[in-house]
């Protein structure tokens, strides 16, 4: 180790650098939409991030994709499989496609008929098992065909492809303030990684469902809190029941300014002004970001805020709900 | 004239050229959001150009910033006028308004109380007459008030604003065709200027809806032909009601490939599509290019397509009826 540089620890977990953002920026160029800061209709110092421009309907493909594309090809060419009720088996099943290389999506049999449907008809091979044994059943599948496992958060090439959000934020504004959802943490992770990195002096917030915050208590403890499913699941925000890693919640600890939450109603209210006042379709958790800086602003240190809105995946139902004012 | 560069004139109107373009968008880079190229969900060979993401909800921001921002310091410091039942007069209202000015739109009394109310939230004094008063009463304020008019379409400082959406193209694509709505012709003759000379193997071609289709029969005559009110606000697309000018039709005759017509149907269908299907809130007028593309493909030439969404100002009524399904 005398030769070469320090590397970055938080208690023994080597954390993403700029640099693997930056390399990921680069991977995954051709394959994702670059978008751009929306001014948004309730401050002038709001932007918006609009992740539900991608092909896909939200962030993950940013990740799915750097990790795909960093698979050795050999490896890769096998094929890849990943477990999801939601936009990352969608993403994983676009990236696999778009390298003409095999995808199985293992998704919990009692997945929304329109999300099994959206995933086969990217290419992916769907199999349906009970909720409680998708990861055993993945990796069951990885190991019998040979396939890659792409998981949706704890996986270095994952945090470092969401990153790219914080780098593009970081290329457009001089940002003090930047407000990402937290779920399994990879994108906070990521994004608090490329800010803190190009504009020190902003300040990095995540965004939690008050029904699922086990984030904020993992980094109050210092370690991480599984919340039951029976408490996650109460929340409307189903992109952000998940709990974070040993591996993202180091990058949270190391790289985020706190972290707030926000209530249901506050969600669902975000999430339509989105649709009747900024034209955007969003669904609840790409909502969490923005219902943090439009409900509790007294919380928040001031100046030029971007809320990353993660995806646009909204149920037909709610659409219509919002649709209905 | 000796020793000046030529002009292209066509019947001697002297037409707006790149460099023109190149200029606007430099003048409002810091005023507009510079808009991505979206895959569509319907054809990997379609892209969206989303300019329903502007501001003010519609690509009438750049024409009307880029018109703002080139007024001499001293005209501009007066105020503006501008006569609009839409997109245009709150697209002045916006570049006004980031400049410090005063700004009058004219109305038509009948116009909805929610377009109405959009414009003066953007600090614009409102003025309502009867619709057909609505040019002579704009000059009327415009001279009693030393006012600086800015047209919706009949200017090149708002077609070469108009034309930074074809820069933008040019620069995120190889592009084989761009479908482009034709209403007044600002932006057809904009971006047909924009990509006719970045991409000389480009076709560019206007879609019109079949009840306001004056433009095609303009081209086909080779003269503007008026069509009565009475005609053309049969459609359903508000923004496409406008007749083309001497200034745009002489740009469309130099640079536009051909012109297709859609039907109601079709427009319906397609704005509709984008709500549930590509996530995005777009008008009537705004899905007019896409759905040349998704019903008249076989009228069309081939390769990488771009289709302009123009807008996205949806009334609350349609909104809820494309979200009900």
Redesign the interface.
Same mark, same amino acid.
């Given at each position: 180790m005398l030769a070469g540089p320090a590397v970055p620890k938080v208690c023994g977990v080597e954390l993403v650098e700029l640099d693997d953002v930056q390399e990921a920026a680069d991977t995954i160029r051709a394959m994702v939409? #670059?978008? /751009?800061? *929306? /001014?948004s @209709?309730w401050s002038p110092e709001l932007w918006l991030k &609009?992740e539900? %421009?991608q &092909?896909t !309907?939200a962030f993950k493909l940013r990740g799915a994709s750097n990790a795909v594309a960093r698979l050795p090809a050999s490896r890769r060419a096998a094929g890849v499989v990943t477990q999801s009720s939601g936009n990352h088996g969608q993403a994983v099943a676009y990236a696999a496609r778009s390298h003409g290389v095999p995808c199985v999506v293992v998704m919990p049999d009692v997945a929304g008929p329109h999300k099994i449907e959206a995933t086969r008809a990217l290419g992916a091979e769907v199999v349906l098992v009970p909720a409680a044994d998708r990861q055993t059943a993945a990796e069951a599948v990885a190991a019998d065909r040979g396939l890659a496992m792409i998981p949706p958060f704890d996986h270095r090439d994952v945090i470092a492809g969401q990153g790219t959000v914080g780098l593009e934020i970081a290329d457009d504004l001089a940002v003090d303030l930047v407000l990402v959802p937290v779920g399994g943490g990879g994108l906070a992770s990521g994004v608090a990684t490329a800010i803190k990195a190009r504009h020190p002096g902003a300040a990095v917030i995540g965004v939690e469902p008050a029904l699922a915050a086990d984030a904020q208590e993992s980094l109050a403890a210092g370690a991480v809190r599984v919340w039951p499913v029976e408490r996650t699941y109460r929340t409307v925000a189903d992109g952000l029941r998940t709990q974070v890693s040993e591996l993202t919640l180091a990058h949270l600890q190391a790289r985020l300014d706190g972290i707030i939450t926000v209530t249901e109603e506050e969600i669902l209210d975000t999430a339509e002004a989105m *649709?009747?006042e900024a #034209? *955007?379709?969003v669904e609840p958790s790409g909502a969490v970001a923005a219902a943090g800086y439009r409900h509790h602003r007294g919380e928040l240190p001031g100046g030029r805020t971007v809320a990353v809105v993660t995806g !646009?995946? *909204?149920a @037909?139902d709610l %659409?219509?709900r919002? =649709? =209905?004012?």
């Open positions: 939409v #670059r978008t /751009p800061l *929306l /001014p @209709p &609009p539900n %421009l &092909p !309907g *649709l009747r #034209r *955007l379709v !646009g995946n *909204l @037909p %659409l219509r919002f =649709a =209905a004012g």
